[in-house]
């Protein structure tokens, strides 16, 4: 994705050359922080960049605060790659964005033009806040923006409801006048934009107002802005919440209306009367139960999939800054364990392709030290994704299908932590999150040999289908009212778990990250109109690989034939173990823990 930033110093009477020149912060090369934040922007956006300096001016009529704004394009829309930040001719308007919008595709997606521009050309016109929060409420896709509007000296920005791209705030001691917006940043203190709003940074006033999103109460975003409000303090920054204005979002509360009468569900009531017995004669009486069911979600994920598959140039890594010839090498990567996420993903995926036309699936494993290579093999990723990778080779025959064995050893891993992923992974700084942000970057990464500049991963699937072992112990030990409560708390929370990690990790490669199952229209069906055990089924009778993620396992049967279910009944996995990157460290760690290697080489050593 891109690379954006934004950069406020107050520097201007100790350095007034740095008006016309550059930013103190972005442009001090004599500081390795600076060269090396400008890399990590410039990796994410790898094909334009552009940068722009203004000022603000004080209430005396002296020059206030500097604004450096500054963009690196990941060209994934329009029929060109377009430089940013976007700036009117008055130079008033300042508008920097990082995603994609869905719900503006034409009907023949070649002719989409890039959608920061457009949101660019609608904001100039807008006349007040509310219009323009009815506005960011129209998009559906994953974003983050930046936008200065010179006339009201107002600093807009913030993320999408669920945080699939990334913004942080950052500040540090060797700028002790400045502070960052940006998608990736290196500085000593550093925290994510939560996901509560939309927020408006007035700059002479030093205030910020929140715009919240119209929810449901989501106890978990409200204390990760207490903590926002807490680290801008320390910059003598106030941080209040518009009483009156919201800004609309889709709907997550989920379905809960028939909860009260769980007993006379007519679907529930012949899932309970179905007896234990072969796991495969199970599913496929289950598939019989919920065929309209599993329809309807097909349709949305489709569809979901279909648009993240096409909207993008037709070129790969290697052709788009040539651009003079057809590409028919692979522009569409998946992150393929063989699991049943990324199985329903590549077979969609792979329905959306012409004949002729390529995809790469990317299979990482870890190992130790040694010679041995025959232990690749046996790495449990490794050993699903290849029989997968063989079914789909054999359903799409027309198509060129490559599984790309990505295989990292120990010292690898601690040599580019080092170096590069603990950055990215920062602020987090958990055992769990040095495991999944070191799996994914190396997954990402290749061998350097897959071309593909979008990659789709299963993101999401786990928590809006009940996909974790504890959903079946939270159901054992507090019924059907427990467990709702839990997925919900599984949606609410899912912004600060994960999902700003691996955008930062993902994007490092210069490449575009895409979760359909977060996709607005299956995320409101999962939601709204999906029950609970439809979903996540965790009844005696439906052990461990099938209860969970009952809705998708159907799904992918539904897609492979009755011939495959064993495939559909992989249980779930995590990645850390299936990848075997668990394996590599100290046993006795928990995911929970601080993870002490990712303070390991960090920005105090520079």
């Given at each position: 994705?891109?690379?954006?930033?934004?950069?406020?110093?107050?520097?201007?009477?100790?350095?007034?050359a740095?008006?016309k020149d550059a930013?103190?912060?972005?442009?001090n090369?004599?500081n390795?922080k600076s060269?090396?934040?400008?890399n990590?922007?410039?990796?994410?956006?790898?094909?334009?960049?552009?940068?722009s300096?203004?000022?603000?001016?004080?209430?005396?009529?002296?020059v206030?605060?500097?604004?450096?704004?500054?963009?690196?394009?990941?060209?994934?829309?329009?029929?060109?790659?377009?430089?940013?930040?976007?700036?009117?001719?008055?130079?008033n308007?300042?508008?920097?964005?990082?995603?994609?919008?869905?719900?503006?595709?034409?009907?023949?997606?070649?002719?989409?033009?890039?959608?920061?521009?457009?949101?660019f050309?609608?904001f100039?016109?807008?006349?007040?806040?509310?219009?323009?929060?009815?506005?960011?409420?129209?998009?559906?896709?994953?974003?983050?923006?930046?936008?200065y509007?010179?006339l009201?000296?107002?600093?807009?920005?913030?993320?999408?409801?669920?945080g699939?791209?990334?913004?942080?705030?950052s500040y540090?001691e060797d700028y002790?006048?400045?502070i960052?917006?940006?998608?990736v940043?290196v500085?000593?203190?550093?925290?994510?934009?939560?996901?509560f709003?939309?927020?408006?940074?007035?700059l002479?006033?030093?205030?910020?107002?929140?715009?919240?999103?119209?929810?449901?109460?989501?106890?978990?975003i409200?204390?990760?802005?207490?903590?926002f409000?807490?680290?801008l303090?320390?910059k003598?920054?106030?941080?209040?919440?518009?009483?009156?204005i919201?800004?609309?979002?889709?709907p997550?509360?989920?379905?809960?209306t028939?909860?009260?009468?769980v007993k006379?569900?007519?679907?529930?009531?012949?899932l309970?009367s179905l007896e234990?017995?072969?796991?495969?004669?199970?599913?496929?009486?289950?598939s019989?139960?919920?065929?309209?069911?599993?329809?309807?979600?097909?349709?949305?994920l489709?569809?979901a999939?279909?648009?993240?598959?096409?909207?993008?140039?037709?070129?790969?890594?290697?052709?788009?800054?040539?651009?003079?010839?057809?590409?028919?090498?692979s522009?569409?990567g998946?992150?393929?364990?063989?699991?049943?996420?990324?199985?329903?993903l590549?077979?969609?995926?792979?329905?959306?392709l012409?004949?002729?036309?390529?995809?790469?699936?990317?299979?990482?494993?870890f190992?130790?030290?040694?010679?041995d290579?025959?232990?690749?093999i046996?790495?449990?990723?490794?050993?699903?994704g290849?029989?997968?990778y063989?079914l789909?080779?054999?359903?799409?025959?027309?198509?060129?299908?490559n599984?790309?064995?990505?295989?990292?050893?120990?010292?690898?891993?601690?040599?580019?932590?080092q170096?590069?992923?603990?950055?990215?992974?920062?602020?987090?700084?958990?055992?769990?999150?040095?495991?999944?942000g070191?799996c994914l970057?190396?997954?990402?990464?290749?061998?350097?040999d897959?071309?593909a500049?979008?990659?789709?991963?299963?993101?999401?699937?786990?928590?809006?289908?009940g996909?974790?072992?504890?959903?079946?112990?939270?159901?054992?030990?507090k019924g059907w009212?427990?467990?709702?409560k839990?997925?919900?708390?599984?949606?609410?929370?899912i912004?600060?778990?994960?999902l700003?990690?691996?955008?930062?990790?993902?994007?490092?490669?210069?490449?575009?990250p895409?979760?359909?199952?977060?996709d607005?229209d299956?995320?409101?069906?999962?939601t709204?109109?999906?029950?609970?055990?439809l979903?996540?089924c965790?009844?005696?009778?439906?052990?461990?690989?099938?209860?969970?993620?009952?809705?998708?396992?159907t799904?992918l049967?539904?897609?492979?034939?009755?011939q495959?279910?064993?495939?559909?009944?992989?249980?779930?996995?995590?990645?850390?173990?299936g990848s075997?990157?668990?394996?590599l460290?100290?046993?006795k760690?928990?995911?929970?823990?601080?993870?002490?290697?990712?303070?390991?080489?960090c920005?105090?050593?520079?």
């Amino acid at each position: 994705m891109c690379g954006i930033l934004c950069c406020l110093s107050d520097d201007i009477e100790t350095q007034p050359a740095l008006v016309k020149d550059a930013c103190p912060v972005c442009h001090n090369y004599e500081n390795k922080k600076s060269a090396l934040l400008y890399n990590f922007l410039a990796s994410r956006g790898p094909n334009v960049s552009s940068s722009s300096i203004t000022t603000t001016s004080s209430t005396n009529g002296s020059v206030g605060t500097i604004i450096h704004l500054s963009g690196n394009v990941l060209w994934t829309q329009g029929l060109l790659p377009e430089p940013q930040p976007y700036v009117d001719s008055f130079e008033n308007h300042y508008f920097l964005f990082n995603g994609d919008l869905y719900n503006r595709i034409p009907n023949d997606v070649k002719e989409i033009n890039n959608d920061g521009l457009h949101l660019f050309e609608a904001f100039k016109k807008l006349h007040d806040e509310q219009e323009l929060l009815e506005r960011i409420s129209e998009f559906r896709g994953p974003f983050a923006f930046i936008y200065y509007n010179k006339l009201g000296n107002k600093l807009w920005f913030g993320r999408d409801f669920f945080g699939r791209e990334s913004l942080l705030m950052s500040y540090d001691e060797d700028y002790p006048n400045s502070i960052l917006i940006s998608s990736v940043s290196v500085l000593g203190r550093i925290f994510e934009v939560p996901t509560f709003g939309i927020f408006c940074y007035k700059l002479q006033e030093k205030e910020i107002i929140a715009y919240e999103w119209n929810s449901h109460p989501r106890d978990v975003i409200v204390d990760d802005f207490v903590k926002f409000t807490t680290c801008l303090k320390e910059k003598d920054i106030h941080v209040s919440i518009h009483p009156k204005i919201r800004t609309q979002c889709i709907p997550t509360l989920l379905k809960n209306t028939t909860l009260s009468n769980v007993k006379e569900d007519p679907v529930l009531l012949q899932l309970i009367s179905l007896e234990s017995e072969n796991a495969e004669k199970l599913l496929y009486r289950v598939s019989q139960i919920l065929d309209d069911k599993v329809n309807r979600f097909l349709v949305h994920l489709r569809s979901a999939v279909q648009k993240r598959v096409q909207v993008q140039p037709p070129y790969c890594k290697n052709c788009v800054e040539l651009r003079d010839k057809i590409c028919t090498h692979s522009k569409i990567g998946i992150l393929f364990s063989g699991g049943i996420d990324s199985m329903v993903l590549a077979y969609l995926a792979a329905e959306c392709l012409s004949p002729g036309e390529s995809i790469d699936l990317l299979n990482v494993a870890f190992y130790q030290d040694t010679h041995d290579q025959s232990s690749k093999i046996q790495i449990p990723d490794r050993q699903t994704g290849l029989e997968a990778y063989e079914l789909l080779k054999s359903k799409f025959n027309n198509l060129q299908i490559n599984f790309i064995q990505v295989n990292v050893n120990k010292s690898e891993v601690e040599e580019l932590r080092q170096k590069r992923i603990h950055y990215l992974i920062s602020p987090l700084k958990s055992v769990l999150d040095d495991s999944l942000g070191c799996c994914l970057w190396f997954a990402a990464r290749g061998n350097n040999d897959s071309p593909a500049r979008i990659l789709l991963l299963g993101s999401g699937a786990d928590e809006l289908l009940g996909g974790y072992s504890r959903h079946r112990r939270v159901y054992e030990c507090k019924g059907w009212e427990g467990l709702l409560k839990e997925m919900q708390l599984e949606i609410d929370r899912i912004s600060l778990r994960n999902l700003g990690r691996d955008n930062r990790i993902l994007s490092d490669h210069g490449v575009a990250p895409r979760m359909p199952f977060l996709d607005e229209d299956v995320v409101k069906f999962l939601t709204g109109d999906c029950d609970l055990w439809l979903k996540c089924c965790p009844l005696p009778q439906f052990s461990r690989g099938l209860g969970e993620k009952l809705l998708l396992r159907t799904t992918l049967l539904k897609l492979l034939g009755p011939q495959n279910t064993h495939l559909a009944l992989l249980p779930k996995r995590a990645m850390q173990f299936g990848s075997r990157i668990a394996k590599l460290e100290n046993s006795k760690e928990k995911g929970g823990d601080e993870c002490k290697r990712l303070n390991q080489g960090c920005c105090e050593k520079l």
